[in-house]
């Protein structure tokens, strides 16, 4: 979720993963080598001595070298990427650095800022409500939430589908100026809601595809009022403890558990880079606050796109779940968005962008694989995310067919 714009990330891929990745085990590359973790995150010192299968020594040394070069171009301090399909390989790799002062690595396991992926976990926790019979998708949001422009048509299908028509308040000049004086403030839902407020409609509910953080920020409150929780006690109770999700977190205020990258951005009120590890994540609320770490987020891309914990429980009943996973065209050519949730060309998950972070969390059902890439840097290169940059790259090699390709976007305040 850029602060500047209302950029949507995706990426794409299909099922020719398996078939690229599936190998023997893998030779570390030769030259600088990045730093290598067990895919299982026990303390062995590689994934050969874990047992772990990896990548054919070929496909490894194309991807550090496409990595590297990504890194290169965008100028990005760190980045850690996995690819998984169980059974059958891994690619699990860290490079670069987590903290350009004193040049610590960057590892798998630190914590870092996700950005609009908690979009996922707030949608997910409205379709429990939905389960429970709390809440019903077709209901306006005005029977939830007071005081919302056409709140008595805008429903919370299209709040969750991105088709409200209601303006972004990360799109607001007043709301970019008052971030930027003071990075470290808080700010509260109704504060958000009232930058987006100010400006009209963009269009009439569920008539196009509209990127918006402000939709978010209503359906968190949506989860409050018919939870009776905390939109973050929601969220852990419901959500993070069954999917045995451990180390993600909806923080209260800008706390950052250690160890974490330090995050570089420039969206800042004179465009220079700043670090950004302490700044507040609260103005980004339900559609951006939380925190994760790359283990979790391996364990959460399958459990979202199929609607099922680990343990095969359901997250969210399968009708349900077949609703979420209905994805109109998103305005991108094979680019789908569902119920906080996005599809292109088979991949399913979401991505996220807060100042200093970006990361995209992706699984492909067909051949059970899975996509993390966590950075520790927004700043665009040639209007494109770094983010995509990585899964462009990434899926030029695993699944050639099927690139994640997404056209640059022109930042705009």
Known sequence: MPLR????????????????????????????????APVAGSPSPSPAASGVRTVAPGVARRLD??????????????????VWTPGRSAYLRSFGVADKSTGRPMTPDLYMRIGSETKTFTVTALLQLVDRGRVRLDDPVGRYVDGVPDGDRITLRELAGMRSGLFNYSEDDAFFRALTA??????????????????????????????????LI???????????????????????RPAGLKDTLFPRGAGFPRPHAQGYTDQTADGRVAETADWNPSWGWAAGAM????????????????????????????????????????AFPGAGYGLGI?????????????????????????????????LNTDIARAGQEPSTLFGEAITRIVSPGHVFTLPAQPAAR
């Not at 070069?69 to 980045?79: D, I, L, T």
């Not at 968190?220 to 993070?240: C, F, N, T």
């Open 342 to 374: 996005f599809d292109v060309r088979g991949w399913i998950g979401h991505n996220g962008s807060l100042p200093g972070y970006e990361s995209l969390t992706v699984y492909l059902p067909s051949a059970r694989t899975t996509l993390v890439v966590l």
């Open 291 to 330: 925190i994760s770490t790359l283990r979790d987020l391996r364990v959460w891309a399958p459990t979202v796109a199929t609607g099922r914990f680990p343990d095969g429980r359901p997250m969210i009943a399968p009708a349900t779940q077949r609703q979420r996973l209905v994805t109109p065209s998103a």
């Open 65 to 82: 070298a496409a990595v590297r070069e990504v890194m290169r171009a965008a100028h990005v301090p760190g980045v850690t990427v996995g």
């Open 218 to 240: 209503l359906l968190g409150l949506v989860v409050e009022k018919e939870s009776g929780q905390p939109l973050g006690d929601y969220i852990e109770r419901h959500v993070l």
């Open 5 to 36: 714009s209302a950029r949507l990330r995706r990426g794409a891929a299909t099922a020719a993963v398996v078939a690229a990745l599936t190998a023997p085990l893998a030779a570390p590359p030769a030259g600088a080598a990045p730093s290598v």
């Open 182 to 215: 003071d990075p470290r403030r808080a700010f509260t839902p109704r504060e958000l809601l009232g930058y987006a407020f100010r400006h009209p409609a963009l269009f009439p509910p569920g008539r196009e595809f509209s990127y918006s953080n402000t939709n």
